[in-house]
């Protein structure tokens, strides 16, 4: 977590599948840890898969990436 600060500033998207049960706790405390220090952050928590989804999310995650310019 003490990582985080070194991402300061930087948009974050995070999506995982909510069965993703090894890493439930550890995302949640990193997404708080983002928020926390005012990362943009996009958060999505897929209901009902695991680790290996591959979802519709990818088209958006491009479009939200390619929005943001480095300053």
Partial sequence: ???????????????????????????RLLRDAFLKQGNELWWTEVKGVGHNYMGEYQDSLMNWFLSHKKK
């Fill in 1 to 27: 977590m003490e990582d985080v600060v070194k991402l300061k500033g930087i948009p974050v998207w995070m999506t995982w599948g909510e069965q993703e049960k090894q890493l439930t706790v550890r995302n």
